[in-house]
């Protein structure tokens, strides 16, 4: 019998925990086989860390190739909705983040990281907000875990700059990508792009896994330093590539 195995990606999945344990990781690993025509099976490999500790819990799935997708994808749902906070495609240098509501808000947005070619997009929803302009930061930690997000520590600085507005010569921090607007039914979205970061690469000055992504109640004034006074921290996503 003739078995196509196909590794078709890895979810992981990581949260900043609200819980004591801290960076919480998952991880699960598909692999689906085809067994023939008809019949396709499907090995799920989810590891967990959680205070150090590995754990590894491995499922079989079988059925007709359409059952075992279903399956899958209800799977990679769950996982991603429950654990909250981030899909990752290995094959496209995809990343998208859940920002969890802080500071007693109802804050919350999605934001999808896309590299290619040296230059990284960012394109962002955001929901539950006041109507006005808000302040959106890379913070140094992916460390949501504080409920005023403060865990997250200060702007993402590598370079050791003022802050201030995204291109400015003068300076800025590589964190501050800026303002952007909500609506009165309290959404907003941001698009952005940049060459001057990567996703989990070497260089630590470009690098934005491992730090988070802030909403702010406020607008960034880009001036005041060292963070453009934009008020309290209501929303939180850990960047885990
Ligand atoms: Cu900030
Ligand atoms: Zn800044």
Redesign the pocket.
Known sequence: MKINKIIIGILLISSCSQNNSVNKKVELNIEIEKINDTLSKATLINLTEQDGKEINTIRIIEGTPGDVKAQIEEIKNTSFLNQNNSYKNLNSKTIEILLEPKNGSLAKGTVRFDEDNGLVKLNAIFSGLNEGIH???I?EKADCSSDDAKSSGG?WNPTFQSHGKWGDVNGFHL?DIGNFAVNSSGDGYMVFETDLWCLSCDDLNKNISGKAI?V?QGE?DLVSQP??A?GS?ISCGGIIY
Request: hydrophobic residues 30%; proline residues 0%; without cysteine.
């Open positions: 302040a959106i930061h913070h702007h964190g802030i702010h960034d963070s453009g934009a921290r």
